[in-house]
């Protein structure tokens, strides 16, 4: 059983978020730790957007009470739509799930496929072991700096939300350009410039 104030955590991400004037795009559950940052959202005023997969839609774990509830084929479909409708991305902690969809919206960003804030809302370490990864994945080479930078860790709400607000510094060259970049220099190199 979780413990409860996860669920508290998620709520007072909630009813921040709405004395924000910001409007909550989430994975469309009406249970555990999303279910009750949406009802607080919806609380407080703001407009909630759930996305959600058929498989998990027919379950009955359907937020019904979201202001707008879009239900997708697969997961990827819906991962896909809430990256496209969000401002930015705020993980709570959370299980598999959560750890998967904090690890792509990072990547994509590291990859220059979005230039979102990424932020990681975590009170009392429970994602200190991923950290501690991320540490040793640098150290080894496995991962670059600014690839590690490129999320914003926070313990409290009001730090994790001033986060998101703010526009991220940008990672660096994205893969793809710094490959066009070797491109360009070696054939530089081949015509003798």
């Known amino acids: 059983m979780i413990d409860a104030g996860y669920a508290r955590l998620a709520a007072a ?12 795009v989430s ?3 009406s249970i555990s730790c999303m279910g009750a940052v949406a009802r607080a ?8 957007i759930g996305v959600i997969p058929t498989a998990l839609h027919t379950r009955e774990l359907a937020d019904y009470d979201a ?15 809430m990256d496209a409708r969000a401002d930015a991305f705020l993980a709570l902690p959370g299980g598999l799930g959560t750890l998967e969809e904090l690890l792509e919206v990072w990547t994509a960003r590291v990859l ?17 072991p991923l950290r501690a ?29 001033d986060a998101c607000a703010r526009q991220p510094a940008t990672v660096g060259a994205s893969p793809i350009e710094r490959a066009e970049e070797q491109l360009e220099a070696e ?5 003798g410039r």
Request: aromatic share 4%; charged share 30%; with cysteine.
């Open 187 to 191: 054939v530089d190199d081949d015509t």
């Open 133 to 161: 990864q991320l540490e040793l994945l640098v150290c080894r080479g496995f991962v670059r700096e600014p690839a590690a930078e490129a999320v914003v860790w926070a313990q409290e709400v009001s730090e994790a939300l």
């Open 67 to 81: 202001d707008e509830l879009v239900v997708t084929d697969t997961m990827r479909e819906r991962k896909a739509h």
């Open 41 to 48: 959202a919806r609380s407080g005023g703001a407009l909630t």
């Open 13 to 24: 991400v909630g009813t921040e978020l709405a004395a924000r004037g910001h409007r909550l």
């Open 27 to 29: 994975g469309g559950g």
């Open 112 to 128: 220059g496929l979005h230039d979102k804030p990424v932020v990681v809302l975590d009170p009392d370490g429970i994602f200190a």
